[in-house]
C-alpha cells in the first residue's frame, strides 16, 4: 500500500496568515493527489484534484502544488471558515489510501 | 444542486449485518462511479469500497474483503453497502462519495453528509 504522510499535524495560525502544509507518498504516484477539507462534524469538501486543479467553487486562495511525491497545499490567506482540518490522498494506486490530516487552528 | 443522502447506520453487535444506502440526485448517477469511505470516532479517513458507474467492477480495502459487499440500481439512483460480520473497529461514520470518472479512478467530486454505524454489544 502507498503511504501518506501529512505534516505538520497541526498548526497555529492566524486569520490572513499565509499557510503551507506537506503531504508526501511512500512511492511516486505522479500527480494523482487530492486535497479535502474537514470541520468538526461535517462531511469532507473536495478542494483540488490532479495536485494542482481546484474543484468548481474553491476559493482561489487555495492552491496545489507538487508531483512524484512531494506536495503542499497553500492557503494564501486564511479566512475564518478556513480552520479545519485537511488531508490527502493519493488515487494513483489501490488501495486508495488517505494522509493522517494536518488540523490548522487559531 | 448534486445531493447524496445515506442511510441505514445504527446500532449493531458484534458480528451482525447492516445494509447502508446512498440515495444520489442532481446528476446522471448511472454515469459516475461510487465509493464508501468511513470515518472512526477521532480518526482520519479510510478507504472502504468502490463501484465502476455500470456496476461491473468493485474494489475493496483488505480490512474489509470478503465482508462487506457493495452494489448499486441505477434505475433508483442508489448506492449500497451490504456490511457483514460486523467489528468493533468498522465502527465510525460511513460517507457515499461520487468518483469523477465511469470507473473506479478515485477522484471525489461530492461527498454525502454521512451515516453512523455503531458496532457494541
Known amino acids: 500500500d502507498i503511504q501518506m504522510t501529512q505534516s505538520p499535524s497541526s498548526l497555529s495560525a492566524s486569520v490572513g496568515d499565509r499557510v503551507t502544509f506537506t503531504c508526501r507518498a511512500s512511492?511516486?504516484?505522479?500527480?494523482?493527489l487530492a486535497w479535502f477539507q474537514q470541520k468538526p462534524g461535517k462531511a469532507p469538501k473536495s478542494l483540488i484534484y490532479?495536485?494542482?486543479d481546484l474543484q468548481n467553487g474553491v476559493p482561489s486562495r487555495f492552491s496545489g502544488s507538487g508531483f512524484g511525491t512531494d506536495f503542499t497545499l497553500s492557503i494564501s490567506s486564511l479566512q475564518p471558515e478556513d480552520f479545519a482540518t485537511y488531508y490527502c490522498?493519493?488515487?494513483?494506486?489501490?488501495?486508495?489510501?488517505f494522509g493522517g490530516g494536518t488540523k490548522v487552528e487559531i | 444542486e448534486v445531493q447524496l443522502v445515506e442511510s441505514g447506520g445504527g446500532l449493531v453487535q458484534p458480528g451482525g449485518s447492516l445494509r447502508l444506502s446512498c440515495v444520489a440526485s442532481?446528476?446522471?448517477?448511472?454515469?459516475?462511479?461510487m465509493h464508501w469511505v468511513r470515518q472512526a470516532p477521532g480518526k482520519g479517513l479510510e478507504y472502504v469500497s468502490g463501484?465502476?458507474?455500470?456496476?461491473?467492477?468493485?474494489s475493496y480495502a483488505t480490512s474489509v474483503k470478503g465482508r462487506f459487499t457493495i452494489s448499486r440500481d441505477n434505475s433508483k439512483n442508489t448506492l449500497y453497502l451490504q456490511m457483514g460480520s460486523l467489528r468493533v473497529e468498522d465502527m465510525g461514520v460511513y460517507y457515499c462519495?461520487?468518483?469523477?470518472?465511469?470507473?473506479?479512478?478515485?477522484?471525489?467530486?461530492?461527498w454525502g453528509q454521512g451515516t453512523q454505524v455503531t458496532v457494541s454489544s
Open positions: 442532481g446528476f446522471t448517477f448511472s454515469s459516475s462511479a
Open positions: 512511492q511516486g504516484i505522479n500527480n494523482y
Open positions: 463501484i465502476t458507474s455500470n456496476g461491473g467492477t468493485t
Open positions: 490522498q493519493q488515487y494513483k494506486s489501490a488501495p486508495l489510501t
Open positions: 462519495a461520487r468518483d469523477g470518472n465511469w470507473h473506479i479512478s478515485g477522484w471525489y467530486v461530492e
Open positions: 490532479t495536485a494542482t
